[in-house]
């Protein structure tokens, strides 16, 4: 079955780059689908903040395509987001989705010095 | 952006009574390929979302029958037929015909 699962680093400083990998199982990123970044921050809601098609073309949150970069690697099965110039306003639970038809556990990143 | 509207903020319910949950969107949410993207989905705490229908009324997999959603153009609704205590947490609606995708705001269901 399809398996998603986000890691990197849980605490970021402000103003440095926030990186995380989604690694997929059970179905090729290559073959299909939309892969995309969701965050929660703590106690609200849910945010898209961008997605990767099967052929790598990106879509992104107008309120954060500045500083977002989504990308796939293809031969490791993975999809990585990067988010620039972080602040306390980028501390949430970030989940990575297929389709938001599959969802990653999440993994909370703290933004703080 | 399109703006999703969801209501109740909060739903008290009493197990084994009804449930529905309103959403509404700024604009049509029918794509120009002739699908309307509304997904649903449920969030339980400390659990990442799951998604319960997608393009308006599709169940997804192991989604129990008393669940059931319904609309078009901007106007949609899912319902629970009877509440049980599994069902507690926040339920979103999402938009997909138009980026950047957009959530509802949650509607927290809890039990009386």
């Known amino acids: ?113 | 952006d399109v703006v999703m509207t969801q209501s109740p903020l909060s739903l008290p319910v009493t197990l084994g009574q009804p449930a529905s949950i309103s959403c509404r969107s700024s604009q049509s949410l029918v794509h120009s390929d002739g699908h309307t993207y509304l997904n649903w989905f449920h969030q339980r705490p400390g659990q990442s979302p799951r998604r319960l229908f997608y393009k308006v009324s599709n169940r997804d997999s192991g989604v129990p029958d008393r669940f059931s959603a319904s609309g078009s153009g901007t106007d949609f609704t899912l319902k629970i037929s009877w509440v049980e205590a599994e069902d507690v947490g926040v339920y979103y609606c999402m938009q997909g015909a138009h980026w950047p995708l957009t959530f509802g705001g949650g509607t927290k269901v809890e039990i009386k």
């Open chain 1, 1 to 113: 079955q399809v398996q998603l699962q986000e890691s990197g680093p849980g605490l970021v400083k402000p103003s440095e780059t926030l990186s995380l990998t989604c690694t997929v199982s059970g179905y090729s990123i290559s073959s299909g689908y939309y892969w995309g970044w969701m965050r929660q921050p703590p106690g609200k809601g849910l945010e898209w903040i961008g997605s990767i098609y099967h052929s790598g073309s990106t879509y992104y949150n107008p309120s954060l395509k500045s500083r977002v970069t989504i990308s796939a690697d293809t031969s490791k099965n993975e999809f990585s987001l990067k988010l620039s110039s972080v602040t306390a306003a980028d501390t949430a639970v970030y989940y990575c989705t297929r389709d938001q038809g599959y969802w990653g556990q999440g993994t909370l990143v703290t933004v703080s010095s």
